[in-house]
């Protein structure tokens, strides 16, 4: 069908999307861990690509100062200038700097203590986040499991199935709690498609919870992160400026020069995580776009109609289908209300392929006819069907007789238009011979016992 390379146009696509969301994954993943680790809060990065992402509309990369968050831009700005005036203040030796170290070491330990309580807080909220992100989770789990438990119930309903499917739970649906023999249930249950509706109302509400939880986590995280940061920091001074209160008077304040060190290392740390996490948007920037390219082109591939070729050919195969049904006594459905699905080319009823609603002997029969359909269609329009069909015990499920020679005669017209068909049966030879009579055949008998194939005699 002129449809085919279409079809495989889209799956192409549909593969080329699906990489670049395992893709965009990744280096999403790859932003989280190294700002994560530097306590940076990396704001508007969504976990899938979308059409409506522009990272320079909704990208922020923030940091805690202590007041509140900041963007980085303006954090390292700030101890840009902090160390500019570090390195033009002069070095003062330990003797005319002591005063200035003792008041400054008694402020870092104050700092210490109060940052001890606030870091224990935080840690406290982020355990308290996580554990509220897995409850909601394990929430999420419990509904879809039972969303999906509910959705078989509706379809093993619409298929007929006589059982009262509403209320065959041990265990109340909504809250889990377990129902016991005798228990009470209404009179007026919920019909499974309120349930389903219910359910899925449920859904949206949790998911949209788990995401504020999981941005909660994340937010406490970056906070910890940068309280343990700054802590490391508090103790590094305190360390250099014991150790110059007790270094000789002549010599220059180490602590001053400890201290410029650090601001200098941290500038350059964060300046190179800001410029790796850059790198990682500016990919994600580049798959976003190819990301919608393909959306696009998908999306413009889907709503293409079929050509009037193919709807000449799917027209054509509903119509040797239905009159072979009708040929060979299909009763279960009737054979005019058959179709043919434009989308996966199958028979279908009602919208729904042909299956539990089928006896298995029309089964037998939507078969034989399905694949004559196709070899008529594939010759009548020159398509690539190789023109050979192969048939092992073809008359399976008690077929009744009738059935199978109108089958023989449909292969026996095919036959006469340049096909092949091949029968292997186990019919009795005169019962067969009697339904091939007046038919176009050659019939090859192997008697009981002998094998079909044999290894070949050198």
């Not at 700092?111 to 996580?130: F, G, H, K």
């Not at 029968?423 to 019939?443: C, N, R, V």
Request: contains cysteine.
């Amino acid at each position: 069908m002129d449809a085919m390379d279409m079809v495989l146009e889209v799956q192409r696509i549909e593969s080329a999307i699906s990489l670049l969301e395992a893709d965009w994954k990744s280096v999403h993943r790859s932003i989280s861990d190294v700002a994560s680790r530097a306590g940076i809060l990396v704001r508007g990065i969504p976990k899938k690509p979308s059409t409506t992402w522009r990272r320079e509309d909704l990208v922020g990369l923030e940091v805690d100062s202590g007041s509140g968050w900041i963007s980085l831009d303006d954090e390292i700005d700030r101890l840009a200038i902090e160390l500019d005036a570090q390195e033009v203040r002069p070095v003062a030796s330990v003797g005319e700097a002591a005063t200035e170290i003792e008041g400054a070491l008694s402020r870092n330990q104050e700092r210490v203590t109060q940052l001890s309580m606030v870091l224990a807080s935080a840690i406290e909220d982020w355990e308290q986040a996580n554990k509220q992100r897995q409850s909601l989770e394990l929430r999420i789990e419990a509904l879809e499991e039972d969303l999906r438990k509910h959705k078989d119930a509706l379809l093993l309903q619409r298929l007929g199935s006589p059982d009262d499917l509403g209320t065959a739970y041990e265990n109340c649906p909504t809250c889990g709690q377990s129902l016991p023999d005798g228990f009470e249930i209404t009179d007026y249950p919920l019909a499974i498609e309120d349930n389903i509706a219910h359910l899925e109302r449920e859904l949206a509400t949790f998911r949209s919870m788990a995401l504020d939880a999981a941005r909660t986590a994340e937010i406490s995280q970056a906070r910890v992160y940068r309280l343990r940061e700054e802590m490391e920091g508090l103790r590094a001074a305190i360390r250099s400026q014991k150790d110059a209160l007790v270094s000789p008077n002549s010599l220059p304040d180490s602590s001053l020069l400890a201290e410029r060190l650090r601001l200098e290392e941290k500038v350059k740390a964060l300046r190179s995580i800001r410029d790796s996490i850059e790198s990682s948007i500016d990919e994600l920037d580049s798959l976003a776009a190819t990301w919608r390219r393909n959306k696009e082109e998908l999306a413009a591939l889907k709503g293409r109609d079929l050509t009037a070729s193919d709807e000449a050919k799917i027209s054509a195969l509903r119509s040797s289908l239905v009159s072979q049904l009708d040929a060979y006594g299909f009763r279960s459905l009737v054979p005019q209300s058959i179709d043919i699905s434009k989308k996966t080319y199958r028979p279908i009823h009602e919208g729904f392929d042909l299956g539990f609603d089928l006896s298995a002997s029309d089964m037998i029969r939507v078969i034989w006819a399905y694949l004559f359909s196709f070899m008529e269609v594939s010759r009548e329009f020159r398509g690539h069907h190789p023109q050979i069909l192969i048939f092992d015990e073809p008359r399976q499920q008690e077929a009744a007789r009738a059935s199978f020679q109108q089958l023989l005669g449909r292969a026996a017209v095919n036959g006469a238009a340049g096909s092949q068909i091949i029968f292997a049966t186990s019919e009795e030879e005169d019962d067969l011979a009697s339904m091939l009579a007046g038919l176009p055949h050659q019939i090859r008998s192997i008697p009981r016992g002998e094998k079909l194939i044999k290894p070949r005699s050198l």
